[in-house]
């Protein structure tokens, strides 16, 4: 039973970053054939988890996978708040106005 929850839990991380890297991805390039998916592909085969095999740094693969998935979703996350709050360059007089002041005019 304990076996089945590692795969489980080991697909579902393999989903998730799968899904992230294709948001994050070129949309001209195949996501599986970019070598970070490929290494990460290669990374679950050969860490699986089977009722023959356990592997001993099970755990490990599992923390390391979810640390890279964090980090994906962060950047992302960090880039849409970037363009969210993205501004321009706004003049004194903007400024003023935007808080409801007048600047002072000088008469020649």
């Known amino acids: 039973m304990a076996n089945q929850q590692k795969v489980n839990l080991g697909r579902l991380l393999y989903k998730r970053l799968s899904r992230e890297m294709k948001i994050t991805a070129n949309p001209k390039e195949k996501l599986y054939d970019t070598p970070v998916f490929q290494y990460i592909a290669n990374q679950f085969r050969e860490h699986q988890v089977t009722t023959q095999k356990l592997c001993k ?34 003049s004194i007089e903007q400024s003023a106005n935007l808080v409801g002041l007048k600047l002072p005019t000088v008469d020649h």
């Open 57 to 90: 740094g099970q755990n490990e693969v599992m923390m390391v996978g979810q640390t890279y998935l964090c980090m994906l979703e962060s950047l992302r996350k960090s880039e849409e708040l970037a363009q969210m709050y993205k501004t321009t360059e706004r």
